[in-house]
C-alpha cells in the first residue's frame, strides 16, 4: 500500500482515502508528512514518537527548539493529554474544531515526546476543523505535532505549492487540498492571556473566560512569542551545566554524544536526529541524577545540531 518515496523526491497528492491512506503510513514509519489544516499547511508528525518529531525540526532546518502544538481529534482526545479547568474546558467547547490553541498543564503520564513540548510541563494542544486534518488524525489514530510546512525564516504556507517550495526534497509528501481558508496561525491562550493573536480575537476569548471575578484578557506587549526561543518558560535544569566537555568531574552527570560515552548518551552512533529526539529526556535524567552539575559532550553544529546547541546554550546561561 505504501509507496515507497525515491529519496530526495516529495509528492504531492490530491486530497481523499489514497492520499490519507499513504500519508497515514508515512507517520506510522516516523516521517512528518504536509497537511492543510484551517490556518495553514502545517507539517504533522506523531507526537508520541520523539523520532518523528525530531525529523520536523530536521526538515524545518529550525535553529531552536520552540514547543509545537499537538492536533487532535476533539476534546476527549485532547483531556487524555492536557488538564482543563472549567475556562480551558469552555474556550474549547465554544471553539473547537477551529483555529484556536490552548496551552494547559501536560498530563505527567500522558504519552507525548519531551521535544514536543520541548520539556515544558504544559502542552499547546488543537482540535482542527480541516478535513485533511481531520482525516488524518482519524487514520492514524496519534495525536499530531504540526508546525506551519516551512523552512525557518520563510513564510507560512497557504497553498500545497508554498510547501513544495520550501521544503520539497526534504519530505516525502504533501496533500494538496487547495488554499487554506485563515491563512493566518491559530490564536493561541494560556489561562487568560493570549500569547498569540490570531484568527480568533480577544474579544471573542473574553467573552468565555471572563467569569465572575476575573480580570480581562491581555495580549502579551510584544505580540507573542512567534520568534524561535523566545518563550520565557523554557524548561532549563535546576542545576549548572558544562558545555563541550569530553570528560567528567567526580561531581558531573555527563551527557555524552558518539564516541564520548558518558553517563547516559544522546546517541552512541553520533546521529544528531537522535540527539533532538533525546535531548530534552536527557536534559530531565540529568537534573534528577545524584550528580550536582552537568556537563555535555559537543555535538557538532550542522543541520539540527544548531538547534540542539542553540538549546544547549540556553541551559547554560541561567
Ligand atoms: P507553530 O506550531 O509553529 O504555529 O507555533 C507554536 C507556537 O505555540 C509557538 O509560538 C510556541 O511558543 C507556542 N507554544 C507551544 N507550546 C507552548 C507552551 N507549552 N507554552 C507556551 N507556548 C507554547
Ligand atoms: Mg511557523
Known amino acids: 500500500m505504501l509507496v515507497p518515496n525515491t529519496p530526495g523526491t516529495t509528492r504531492t497528492l490530491r486530497y481523499g482515502t489514497a492520499a490519507i491512506a499513504e500519508a497515514a503510513a508515512l507517520i506510522a514509519a516516523g516521517e512528518p508528512v504536509a ?17 518523528a518529531v525530531a525529523r520536523i525540526y530536521a526538515a524545518k532546518d529550525r535553529p531552536s527548539f520552540n514547543p509545537l502544538i499537538v492536533h ?11 488538564m482543563f479547568d472549567a475556562d480551558a474546558r469552555a474556550l474549547a467547547g465554544r471553539f ?26 504544559t502542552i499547546a494542544l488543537r482540535v482542527p476543523r480541516h478535513r485533511a486534518m481531520q482525516a488524518l488524525l482519524d487514520a492514524t489514530g496519534k495525536p499530531l505535532a504540526a508546525p506551519s510546512a516551512n523552512a525557518s525564516g520563510s513564510i507560512s504556507p497557504t497553498r500545497a505549492a508554498h510547501v513544495v517550495a ?6 516525502p509528501l504533501v496533500i494538496d487540498d487547495g488554499a487554506t481558508e485563515a491563512g493566518l496561525e491559530s490564536t493561541i491562550v494560556k489561562g487568560c492571556t493570549i500569547l498569540r493573536p490570531g484568527p480568533i480575537t480577544a474579544i471573542d476569548v473574553r467573552q468565555y473566560v471572563a467569569g465572575e471575578g476575573r480580570g480581562p484578557v491581555s495580549n502579551r506587549p510584544g505580540g507573542g512569542l512567534e520568534s524561535p526561543g523566545q518563550l520565557p518558560s523554557h524548561y532549563a535544569p535546576s542545576k549548572p551545566l558544562r558545555l563541550h566537555a569530553t570528560d567528567a568531574a567526580d561531581d ?18 553520533g546521529d544528531p536526529v537522535e540527539a533532538a529526539a533525546r535531548l530534552f529526556d536527557a536534559l530531565h535524567h540529568a537534573d534528577a541524577a545524584p550528580r550536582s552539575r552537568i556537563a555535555v559532550a559537543p555535538v557538532p553544529a550542522e543541520g539540527i545540531g544548531i538547534a540542539i546547541n542553540d538549546r544547549l546554550r540556553r541551559a547554560a546561561h541561567r
Open 252 to 269: 558531573e552527570w555527563l551527557i555524552g554524544f558518539g564516541a564520548i560515552a558518558g553517563d547516559d548518551t544522546l546517541s552512541a552512533t
Open 166 to 171: 520550501s521544503l520539497g526534497g526534504r519530505i
Open 96 to 121: 473547537w474544531p477551529g483555529p484556536l490553541t490552548l496551552v494547559v498543564p501536560l498530563k505527567p503520564d500522558a504519552e507525548i515526546a519531551a521535544l514536543v513540548t520541548a520539556g515544558l510541563d
Open 35 to 51: 497537511v492543510p489544516t484551517e490556518t495553514v499547511y502545517g507539517l504533522a508528525a506523531d507526537a508520541t514518537n520523539p523520532h
Open 72 to 82: 487532535v481529534r476533539d476534546v476527549a482526545a485532547a483531556e487524555r493529554i492536557g
